[in-house]
């Protein structure tokens, strides 16, 4: 039935399920005075009904006549008792009047309409004149029929309010929506049987526990919007674990604001792979107050709470790493190895592929969850690939397999001459190397004889230097761990006190560029000085082939240029720049290469960047991860200078900090 079919509602059986089900809510020892009592014996919360003419007398009073569903309710009761859990008394006939802003809040609302407040703002205002009120004994909680907020069956809008909620008034279709929003809350009030309360059952809590049930098996065999539709009707009558059931998806479809996971975190059996996104979401935003973490955890026992803190360090250091059991902890962490060099697409690929392996922790956990907080795997996670994963038959269940989301890496290098986000990378430059590990990179393109973490395996690769956070000026041989790039930018300038104008280090992410090569690429580079350069791809070339690209063709307030230099074998073997409106130019450029193509028309822009950059990748066969360098995490050094010394006679500038 939706919210304006009243014609369909059945008063009388919702109203007498709804006075059953109080009645056997009640304890013995609960405080009630004699009219509650006598409603109780009776299993009637209501009064006799209204007839047509003192329906008729109340409409002539007022003078309108009321709304469809509010007659139909006078024509079973006139009136209600506990309506909800704050409104003791409803009015009946003999009750109901115009509010006439009696409460003073249309002074205390129309206050805060400053002078630009549109002519909604100003009418919600006005309720507090124009509404009639229901409430008749209330915990400061209003109830008003909106005469002017009418459908087209004729029913009228209700608008309920608190002074002790922090929240503007609150919309309901009509009067019987209004009542079955009550009788959700009268059930969520008293679900959950603690404290000595007697446990609630009745038939509406079986009928909803059995749909829970049934949700879950739904949820697993990747039918996840019936399963959310259950569970969402559940939590609104304030089933245990309803809510926690359905916070999994929700936040695997990329919802956090009021996600935790209620009544299942705290669950020693859940905790371990709840507790890393609710604590990844409340280290991004608590700024080191932890009051709101321990409020949602209230009731968790030591070990768990234990565990909650520790894992939040380790969030808060970058350090936690998730692991799960089986063939799917065996995928996460080959997704693992795949992310951190940026291969994020192959990531999801290798994780996507084993969810049909995923063990469940126990009958109430979903989905995994615990990787949307992994530094290197939470990149991972989209809307779009949180209802693939949702889509997919695991735990033990069968189904269809879901449609795949696509690929979020263009494969290419034509993605850089688009603007970002923040219309910041205006200028780019990076190293290609073939045929050698992005671990070897260091040892190519930085000063000292470090080995680069050369062991593979991903903790000895990271280490402390300018790109980890310690701002020296030698040692860049090593590796920091995976950073987003404004962690990397932010750590190496740390601390730094010198800066000179002819000293070029470049932090630069690293990772795979596509089979068989690996990028070094720094997305703020320095101003490009051609009389200086010293192009990286010489000494990176031993042995090898490598390739150096450095644009600016949309570089601001300064004349645009491009870098291309490949060289093998520590020789370099052609090689173009691009500066002052001019070409130079050396070696044997191949003809998809030659720079007369792109130069000589216009003002050279991102056109002519994109088309270079398509080139570039189809002479070589390579791309650059589009989403690990702008979104995910990737592994950084500082490179040696990309300027050589200044000769005779050349000045520069230094500036020291103090």
Known sequence: MTETDTAAFDWQSFLRRWSGEWADSLTDDERRDEDDETARQARWLGFPPASEERIAAMEERLGRRMPPSYREFLGVSDGWRHAGGFVWLLAGTGDARWHDNASGLADIFEEYLDEDADPEERREADLWRRGLQLDVESDVTHVLLDPEDVDENGEWAVYTWSSWRAAPPERHADFAAFMREMYREFHSLRAGGSGGEPDFVNDTTRRLDAQMEQARLDARRGDWERAAKALNEAKEYGRPRAAGLGDQMRRLLGQTSGVYFEDLVTDPRYAPDLLPPLVAEHAAHAHRD????????????????????????????????????????????????????????????????AVPRWE????????????????????????????????????GQAGEAPTRTARLDPGDLAWLAEPDPGNN???????????????DLPRRLADGDGDGGRDGGGDAARGKDEGGGEGGDEGGAVLSEPLTSWEARRRWLHGRREFSSYDDKALVSVGRAGPGWSFAFDGEPSSFGPQRFVSPATRASEGTRAVVVWSGLRAPHVEPYFHLSVARDGAEQYAFTYADGEVRRSGEIPSALDPSRFFGGPRAGAETERALLAAVAGEFGVHLPRHALTRGRLHTFTTRS?????????????????
């Open 360 to 395: 469940p922790l126990g009958p109430d956990h979903l989905a995994p969850l615990g990787w949307v907080a992994d530094p290197l795997l939470g990149p991972l996670a989209t809307p779009e690939r949180g209802r693939e994963l949702l889509s997919t038959p695991r735990g």
């Open 642 to 658: 990309w300027t050589r010394p200044p000769g005779e006679g050349e000045t520069y500038t230094v500036i020291r900090l103090t």
């Open 290 to 353: 932890d009051s709101t973490l321990t409020y949602h955890l209230r009731g968790a026992d030591e070990d768990v709470m234990s565990l909650a803190y520790a894992t939040l360090e380790q969030v808060r250091g970058g350090t936690y790493r998730y692991t799960a059991a089986g063939p799917f902890g065996e995928a996460v962490e080959r997704a693992r190895e795949l992310a951190r060099w940026g291969d994020t697409d192959g990531a999801w690929q290798t994780l996507r592929e």
């Open 425 to 439: 990378r205006r200028t780019f430059r990076f190293v290609l190397v073939e045929g050698v590990d992005p671990e």
